[in-house]
Every structure is written in C-alpha cells, then in structure tokens.
C-alpha cells in the first residue's frame, strides 16, 4: 500500500513538473487575429464598430448571458467611450475603453477583464479597402501571464477565441449585407425582416450565441484568415454604464 501511495505520489510530481516546464517554454505576448471580406464600404461597416450600442447586433457574447449586465460612459461613441459589462460563468465582467477612432479606417480599444481573472489587452479593428468591398480585421494582442501560459497547455486559446472573433465578423457581415436566414429562422438582432427576400447562397448565418470558447467556422463568402500565437481570450458585450 505504501508503495502505491509512493508511486501515485511520484506520478502527480512528474504531471506538476511537466506542466511548469511547458508553461515556461510559452511566449510571453499572444496575438489574435482573424479577418474577414465584406460587401460594402467602409462607411456602413465603421458606425457598428465605433458605437458599443451597437455591438448587441454582432458581438459574439451579447446572448451568452441574456441576465447581463451593461452599462456605458464617457462618450456617446468614438474615442473615449466606454462599455461595462457583469454576467455569469461564461461572460464574466469587465471594462472596454475606445482608445482611438478613425472613421472608416480604424479602432483601437482598451479591453480590462475583472472576472473570472484579471487581465488587460488591446483590441483593434481596421478596415482596408479591397475588390469585394472592405476587409475588415478583428485583433487582439496582450501580454501572457502566468495562469494564462498555464492554461495554455491544456487548451489553444487561439482556436477558442479565434472561432467567437469569426463568428462576431460573420454576424457583422451579415448585419451590413443584410442577409436572411432560411424561412422559420430568425434574423441576427436588428436586421429588418423583408418579405420574400432570399438567404445568399452559401452564408448561412451564424448564431449570435457563444461561450468564450466554442463556436463554428464560417462558411460561404466569408473570407477569413487566421494569424495568430498562442493564448488570450476575449469577451465583451449592455445597460446605463470586449472586457
């Protein structure tokens, strides 16, 4: 029994001292990124971005948790506006303050987790002209602390916060190339309901619901691309008031 006991025992330290190893093997900045073409000029995607109001027709947390909390300060919108939010498990609560804005080119946000951990990013948008219309690309960098690096090994906070940032990009397409779901769907939040209209082929629209980590690839004229290192995860979102 007492060897038992021993040998359980050395197997635990072996797993703890392989986890520090790989943990200190992480790098100590990550980056997401992911991007997307849209059908439309800068000027219709732009205002979705700048405004928080307007993140519940896109953002892939707003439905996460339909008891959250929100509220807004500073500005009404553009540089110095900001976003709280408090909800549960999945969502947690935070901060998002926009740092700059530059009409139909770019945004650049402060992101403050508070719940479940504290940590702080930096969340850009930027826009770029190209033959479909505009692309549009979701980034967020930061630095890789510890229990991130630790969590790291067990799961590739890329893909997790990687498939939210595609699914936020497809509804935002779909928000400004008002595109229909199949009859007996709903529209995203917000999109007007046309009778008769037909869903474009090939872009079926995502569900505007995810926890912070899981969620589907997107399909159809989507064009996306994924560049990125490991670790980080994301999660923003409304009332009076990413992170």
Known sequence: MKNLLLIILGLIVTAVAAVLLITLGKPDE???ERSISIKATADKIYPLIEDFHEWRNWSPWENVDPKM?????????GKGSMYRWDGNANVGA???EMKE????SKVEIRLDFIKPFEGTCNVDFSLTPNL?????????????ALPAKVMSVFMNVDDCSGKQFEIGLKNLKDKVEDVKKEPGQANLPGA?????????AGTATQPDTATPAGAATQAGTATQSRTATPTGAARPTEAPSQH
């Open 30 to 32: 990550f980056k997401v």
């Open 192 to 200: 007007a309901t046309q009778p008769g209209a037909a869903t474009q």
């Open 94 to 96: 935070g901060c998002m």
């Open 132 to 144: 479909e219309g505009t692309n549009v690309v979701w980034t967020m960098t930061g630095k890789n």
């Open 101 to 104: 804005a530059i009409p139909q």
């Open 69 to 77: 909390q929100r509220s807004f300060g500073g500005e009404k919108k």
